[in-house]
């Protein structure tokens, strides 16, 4: 990424940061692989609704009608609103003390909002404790937050693309429940893993290990930075066939491993399409 | 008045020779061979308190003298350009114990269905068409009375063989509707029998199907020919090799 980079990087001595990155890197992991759980178990549309839970607020759905394919998308969704907060949380500390008025602001617009919302919406009670409640704590946020110096601007800006690629995302997993879109499932899932790295990547250039990187002198005589762009290209092409794949409940259409159907290369014809296709039937449908 | 008399007497005479022209086609469909063992639903805790015995697939549910169930059975060639007002009368997929019932349905295009939860939790109706015109749809049956009477005939326009309806809460539910535009159609019972009544003379092609028999294939079709008096078709259906 040096290589591909190529700028100067400022040394950040904020420690805190360093580590809240890894954590939150560390937390979206674990959201991946919850919703690769939601894919596995088929459980993506057992919701059928968004962005409430079967006509309650997301976060106030009862814990006694988490069942079935029910737990696994709700957890899903609620890990995804942890993983929202903990990237706002850490986009606005790498802009360092000049968030501060940022979150006076937005909390003050928040709590107002809530109010309005109460007012004019009483039987939305929850909302509007939910948008008045996140606009305090950010309000009193706005007191105590670090009075570190912003980071480089190429890092808050990877933070603010950061910011918006989990707004997206949480966009993308609602409208994949609302419009039953195959696409949008596999579009949802690719950029999971994009912003993974994206995070992994902002923990990454905080480091001292990447620190001390020395920065590149010579011209790439070898054209790495062309080899590690094609060798990125390609598997970000292996991502998008994973995701297709698993969209299209279509993991175990081959059983058999390494060959397929007990050749190198599988009968494509129609009818052996056909017989595939009717294997991959679910086993209790 | 004798101009009318006369008028009436041959729109009656007319309307008994077609209904005399009509006839009903039964018969029986038998399983060939030994199909695989169900398997057990693997009912989480909350359903399992709604059915304490360990309900089954239901891929093969053979009756008496081999009798297969939930065949769906339609007049597939014969009725072309022929157009038919769907019925009024509500068909009803209910979801009981956590399980589709029936499991097998047949509904005419612009039928109502009825949407049914009778358990006391919460499932989902997903249905997932394949035929052009008809739409995917997915809502919620929350609570135990929960009904629905439009989101089907809103969705489904066209006829289809077989559409499949599943709830994604709980993943072993499954049902599916044999889709016509035209009312000659049935669904075996637990014995194999079907009747598909009044159909109109004329020469046809009846088809059955079944899930598991047939799968991507379309189904074992013969010809009959409806006059006026009752015509019987039966067909033995075969368990497919393992593949």
Known sequence: MALLLNVSLTQTNNNWLKRYAVFTALATFVLVCVGGLVTSHGAGLAVPDWPNTYGYNLFFFPISKWIGGVFFEHIHRLDASLVGLLTTILALWLFGYKSRPLLRWAGGIFMAAGAVFCMVFPAHAAESLLLSGVGLAAFVAAFFWPRCEPAPKWLRVLGVTAFATVVMQGVLGGLR????????????????????????????????????????????????????????????????????????????????????????????????????????????? | MKKFALLLSVVVLAGSLQLSLAGDVTGKITLKGTPPP?????????????????????????????????????????????????????????????????????????????????????????????????????????????????????????????????????????????????????????????????VPAGSYTLTAYHLKVHGAKPGESKDITVADSPVTANFTLEVPAPQ
């Open chain 2, 38 to 198: 169900p398997i057990d639903l693997p009912y989480d805790d909350t359903c399992s308190k709604l059915h304490p015995t360990i309900l089954t697939t239901r891929f093969y549910v053979v009756g008496k003298d081999n009798g297969l169930a939930n065949v769906f059975v339609y007049i597939s060639k014969g009725l072309e350009g022929k157009k038919f007002a769907a019925p009024t009368e509500v068909v009803e997929l209910d979801q009981v114990t956590c399980n589709y019932n029936p499991y097998v349905f047949g509904v005419m295009v612009g039928q109502p269905l009825r949407i049914k939860n009778s358990d006391p939790l919460m499932h989902n109706i997903h249905a997932l068409p394949k035929v052009d015109g008809n739409a995917e749809f997915n809502f919620a049956e929350p609570s135990q009375g929960d009904i629905n009477d439009t989101k089907w005939v809103e969705s489904i326009k066209a006829p289809e063989v077989m559409l499949k309806l599943k709830c994604d809460v709980h993943q072993w539910m499954f049902a599916y509707a044999g889709v016509q535009d035209h009312p000659y159609f049935a669904v075996s019972d637990a014995d194999g029998n079907f009747k598909i009544a009044n």
């Open chain 1, 177 to 285: 429940v609302t419009e039953l879109k195959d696409q949008l499932g596999i579009f949802h899932a690719t950029l999971a893993q994009l912003f993974f790295l994206l995070l992994c990547a902002i923990a990454l250039f905080q480091t001292d290990f990447w620190q001390r990187l020395p920065v590149q002198a010579e011209a790439d005589r070898h054209h790495f930075r062309l080899f590690f762009s094609v060798i990125t290209g390609l598997i970000l092409v292996q991502l998008i066939l994973g995701a297709t794949m698993r969209h299209q409940h279509a993991g175990l259409a081959i059983p058999d491993f390494p060959a397929a159907y007990g050749k190198l290369w599988p009968d494509t014809g129609a009818a052996a399409i056909a017989r595939y296709n009717q294997n991959r039937q679910e086993v209790l449908a």
